[in-house]
């Protein structure tokens, strides 16, 4: 069957792949109300990024020109790809200058968008310090803060000189002379500079600048323990704010009005907002938890440099409630005034322009995906006017009774090393299909497991779910423990429990739908990608309820692959298993890494598995699933294995991530002795012929 033939109200696989939730990922500060500035990743030009211009009206134009490629490959993860070195002031701006990483080479262009035959211009480095300016393909970057009374800006440098030994500074570039200077190193990481004139008031001169950063050490993940701090670059004096404190810290924000360093911490338990007054020099938290429900503010940081809350008045506070909305906070007051959640459930990057009255972020709910979003607002923020500035791409002929809506679920969970009872939450998301039976038997489940482990299931609308959900299949998207947005001590109760806790949750998870009548007990299946892999390949092998299963770039086995991992994730292990201990080959560390991997224990394995790479993954090297499928062979057990050139951590080419989607649909109806329906591109004659 043809996938455009839509008489079944079958979600097309190119809606899917051309609306993924990754789609729009940056917004940008508003300089100008008549248009607006966005981070986009194109699949339909082989995923491709720039960034975009819309305007009120919803037109849009991508600024970058066609052969450049905008992505910097920081931490592997990257974000911040782009510093705006003179806001545009209107939409034809030709003053309007950027600086970006370019992809392949990761080097440094400025740009002039708006002006007539400007091509990017390549920085080439004069070496001041520190850096070996001939080698500039070495180096990433991310997160500029713009210095405009000496057209200098400050970044997070990545040296991968040695690759052995990869090293973060901080780095100043001066745009007129192209000299770079590291200006603060000797922490393993930094991330989130920000700058600030300190006025004095009795004068017209800048009295200080200040330049607030987080940073981290070895071997603390940014979501584990870091730190905030604030270094005058005229006397070199640092405030280390978070001194004598264990917290997680990200997104400080300057604020003009009260002289006062706002940041994210979970000091108290939750990811709020805190800030440090410069003329107390106390810190203080600024929105107490209980009075937002306990949602948390921000999120772990894979992505560098992600903004969660703005200034959208002196006194106001705009701010991203994880999976919840959105709250606006009186600073004043200390009071909520506004929790708004009907617009839309979960919101990332959000920026905001008090003089504009005026916020941009991406947000999304069940029956939106995650779009460009543009908030209007009067000055006592009685009247709020949201516009999705950019609907999603094909999906004209989408009604809302072919989109299945999330249920959330709480359930009780344990796990086989302990007798621990414990909550855990989920989304069920119930099947589309019309089954002709007057009483339909309950659906095969597909159950999902999130990467990170600290990322988090949210309940945006997601076209792949619909894929699934239109054909037959139920959809559970599990927050284990360890994901995020629960609090700190359900983000930290995984840890040493990793490979034990999260698949027992994503098990019962599972057992509790079927209890509930919401899935066939005999139809189940499960799917992961990176930790969400690991979680997969050991629910399989450690347990026997799943008919089938498909891990896209999963971890099997975890002492090769915390010896193989990149500098982010090379100390992870010590905090979410045990630290290795190389030179003690045969110590109690052995045995947990053996105990936990599923690649020890095929033994067990029952189940049919696909297995989906990229040959340049540099988090978790694709040998690791060559060796799953290398031994699931050799028992005869029914396995899949495909690896694409060119892809990494996480597939980005429109072609490859339509193999995967319709070979691990594929792949399950047959286990199911079904025929599968809507495939448009792959005959389905080669999966496990």
Not at 458 to 465: A, G, H, K, P, Q
Not at 536 to 564: H, M, P, Q, W
């Given at each position: 069957?043809?996938?455009?033939?839509?008489?079944?109200?079958?979600i097309?696989?190119?809606?899917?792949?051309?609306?993924?939730?990754?789609?729009?990922?940056?917004?940008?500060?508003?300089?100008?109300?008549?248009?607006?500035?966005?981070?986009?990743?194109?699949?339909?030009?082989?995923?491709?990024?720039?960034?975009?211009?819309?305007?009120?009206?919803?037109?849009?134009?991508?600024?970058?020109?066609?052969?450049?490629?905008i992505?910097?490959?920081?931490?592997?993860?990257?974000?911040?790809?782009?510093?705006?070195?003179?806001?545009p002031?209107?939409n034809?701006?030709?003053e309007?200058?950027?600086?970006?990483?370019?992809?392949?080479?990761?080097?440094l262009?400025?740009?002039?968008?708006?002006?007539?035959?400007?091509?990017?211009?390549?920085?080439?480095?004069k070496?001041?310090?520190?850096?070996?300016?001939?080698?500039s393909?070495?180096?990433?970057?991310?997160?500029?803060?713009?210095?405009?009374?000496?057209?200098?800006?400050?970044?997070?440098?990545?040296?991968?000189?040695?690759?052995?030994?990869?090293l973060?500074?901080?780095?100043?570039?001066?745009?007129?002379?192209?000299e770079?200077?590291?200006?603060?190193?000797?922490?393993?990481?930094?991330a989130?500079?920000?700058?600030?004139?300190?006025?004095?008031?009795?004068?017209?001169?800048?009295?200080?600048?200040?330049?607030?950063?987080?940073?981290?050490?070895?071997?603390?993940?940014?979501?584990?323990?870091?730190?905030?701090?604030?270094?005058?670059?005229?006397?070199?004096?640092?405030?280390?704010?978070?001194?004598?404190?264990e917290?997680?810290?990200?997104?400080?924000?300057?604020?003009?009005f009260?002289?006062?360093?706002?940041?994210?911490?979970?000091?108290?338990?939750?990811?709020?907002?805190?800030k440090?007054?410069?003329?107390?020099?106390?810190?203080?938290?600024?929105?107490?938890?209980?009075?937002?429900?306990?949602?948390?503010?921000?999120?772990?940081?894979?992505y560098?440099?992600?903004?969660?809350?703005?200034?959208?008045?002196?006194?106001?506070?705009?701010?991203?409630?994880?999976?919840?909305?959105?709250v606006?906070?009186?600073?004043?007051?200390?009071?909520?005034?506004?929790?708004?959640?009907?617009?839309?459930?979960?919101?990332?990057?959000?920026?905001?322009?008090?003089?504009?009255?005026?916020?941009?972020f991406?947000?999304?709910?069940?029956?939106?995906?995650?779009?460009?979003?543009?908030?209007?607002?009067?000055?006592?923020?009685?009247?709020?006017?949201?516009?999705?500035?950019?609907?999603?791409?094909?999906?004209?002929?989408?009604?809302?009774?072919?989109?299945?809506?999330?249920?959330?679920?709480?359930?009780?969970?344990?796990?086989?090393?302990?007798?621990?009872?414990?909550?855990?939450?989920?989304?069920?998301?119930?099947?589309?299909?019309?089954?002709?039976?007057?009483?339909?038997?309950?659906?095969?489940?597909?159950?999902?497991?999130?990467?990170?482990?600290t990322?988090?299931?949210?309940?945006?609308?997601?076209?792949?779910?619909?894929?699934?959900?239109?054909?037959?299949?139920?959809i559970?998207?599990?927050?284990?423990?360890?994901?995020?947005?629960f609090?700190?001590?359900?983000?930290?109760i995984?840890?040493?429990?990793?490979?034990?806790?999260?698949?027992?949750?994503?098990?019962?998870?599972?057992?509790?739908t079927?209890?509930?009548?919401?899935?066939?007990?005999?139809?189940?299946?499960?799917?992961?990608?990176?930790?969400?892999?690991?979680?997969?390949?050991?629910?399989?092998?450690?347990y026997?309820?799943?008919?089938?299963?498909?891990?896209?770039?999963?971890?099997?086995?975890?002492?090769?692959?915390f010896?193989?991992?990149?500098?982010?994730?090379?100390?992870?292990?010590?905090?979410?298993i045990?630290?290795?201990?190389?030179?003690?080959?045969?110590?109690?560390?052995?045995?947990?890494?053996?105990?936990?991997?599923p690649?020890?224990h095929?033994?067990?394995?029952?189940?049919?598995?696909a297995?989906?790479?990229?040959?340049?993954?540099?988090?978790?090297?694709?040998?690791?699933?060559?060796?799953?499928?290398?031994?699931?062979?050799?028992?005869?057990?029914?396995?899949?294995?495909?690896?694409?050139?060119?892809?990494?951590?996480?597939?980005?080419?429109?072609?490859?991530?339509?193999?995967?989607?319709?070979?691990?649909?594929?792949?399950?109806?047959?286990l199911?002795?079904?025929?599968?329906?809507?495939?448009?591109?792959?005959?389905?004659?080669?999966?496990?012929?």
């Amino acid at each position: 069957m043809n996938d455009t033939n839509n008489d079944l109200n079958l979600i097309p696989i190119d809606l899917v792949v051309n609306n993924k939730d990754s789609r729009y990922l940056e917004s940008f500060k508003p300089s100008n109300n008549d248009f607006s500035l966005f981070f986009e990743i194109i699949p339909e030009e082989e995923t491709r990024s720039t960034l975009i211009q819309i305007d009120n009206f919803g037109n849009r134009i991508d600024l970058i020109p066609k052969k450049f490629n905008i992505i910097s490959s920081i931490i592997e993860y990257g974000g911040n790809s782009i510093t705006i070195i003179n806001e545009p002031k209107s939409n034809k701006d030709e003053e309007f200058l950027i600086l970006f990483s370019e992809c392949e080479t990761q080097e440094l262009y400025l740009f002039q968008p708006h002006k007539v035959n400007d091509e990017p211009k390549k920085l080439i480095f004069k070496n001041k310090a520190t850096i070996d300016s001939t080698n500039s393909n070495k180096l990433r970057f991310s997160s500029g803060t713009v210095n405009k009374e000496n057209e200098k800006v400050i970044m997070v440098c990545e040296d991968h000189t040695n690759e052995k030994e990869v090293l973060h500074y901080l780095v100043e570039i001066n745009l007129k002379t192209n000299e770079i200077e590291t200006i603060e190193k000797g922490n393993d990481f930094y991330a989130y500079p920000t700058l600030y004139n300190g006025k004095d008031k009795s004068s017209s001169s800048s009295s200080s600048l200040l330049l607030a950063y987080t940073y981290w050490n070895f071997p603390n993940m940014p979501w584990d323990n870091s730190n905030v701090c604030i270094k005058d670059l005229k006397t070199n004096e640092i405030i280390n704010i978070s001194e004598g404190y264990e917290e997680s810290v990200l997104n400080p924000i300057w604020s003009e009005f009260d002289d006062c360093l706002y940041f994210i911490s979970d000091l108290n338990g939750y990811w709020t907002i805190h800030k440090y007054d410069l003329k107390s020099k106390k810190r203080s938290q600024v929105i107490p938890s209980e009075l937002i429900n306990f949602k948390e503010i921000g999120e772990p940081m894979w992505y560098f440099g992600r903004s969660y809350y703005g200034f959208i008045t002196p006194t106001k506070l705009i701010a991203a409630l994880a999976d919840y909305g959105l709250v606006i906070f009186n600073i004043e007051t200390n009071q909520v005034e506004q929790i708004i959640r009907n617009q839309f459930s979960h919101v990332k990057s959000i920026v905001a322009s008090p003089s504009l009255s005026t916020a941009l972020f991406i947000g999304g709910s069940s029956t939106v995906m995650f779009s460009p979003i543009k908030l209007n607002y009067n000055s006592d923020l009685k009247k709020c006017e949201f516009k999705q500035l950019l609907n999603a791409k094909g999906g004209e002929s989408i009604t809302d009774s072919m989109i299945s809506k999330p249920i959330e679920i709480e359930f009780n969970t344990s796990s086989k090393s302990d007798n621990l009872i414990e909550k855990a939450f989920a989304y069920y998301y119930p099947p589309t299909f019309k089954n002709s039976s007057s009483t339909p038997p309950p659906p095969p489940l597909l159950v999902k497991s999130h990467g990170g482990p600290t990322d988090r299931a949210y309940s945006v609308l997601n076209y792949e779910y619909q894929y699934w959900t239109s054909r037959g299949f139920a959809i559970l998207d599990v927050n284990y423990r360890g994901s995020s947005g629960f609090g700190k001590r359900y983000r930290k109760i995984l840890n040493g429990n990793w490979g034990l806790y999260d698949n027992a949750d994503l098990v019962n998870a599972a057992l509790h739908t079927v209890k509930m009548g919401l899935a066939d007990k005999d139809k189940m299946f499960i799917d992961g990608g990176s930790a969400g892999g690991f979680a997969t390949l050991c629910s399989l092998t450690f347990y026997d309820i799943f008919k089938g299963g498909c891990s896209y770039y999963g971890v099997a086995d975890l002492e090769a692959l915390f010896k193989e991992t990149h500098k982010f994730e090379s100390r992870y292990q010590d905090t979410l298993i045990t630290k290795m201990k190389l030179d003690e080959p045969n110590g109690e560390w052995k045995r947990i890494y053996r105990d936990r991997s599923p690649i020890n224990h095929l033994d067990l394995l029952k189940s049919p598995i696909a297995l989906f790479h990229g040959l340049e993954d540099h988090v978790v090297p694709y040998n690791q699933s060559v060796l799953m499928y290398d031994h699931l062979k050799s028992k005869g057990i029914p396995s899949i294995l495909e690896l694409f050139p060119g892809e990494g951590h996480g597939f980005l080419s429109k072609d490859n991530i339509i193999k995967c989607l319709e070979y691990e649909y594929i792949f399950f109806c047959k286990l199911l002795n079904q025929l599968p329906i809507g495939i448009k591109y792959n005959n389905n004659n080669t999966i496990l012929s």
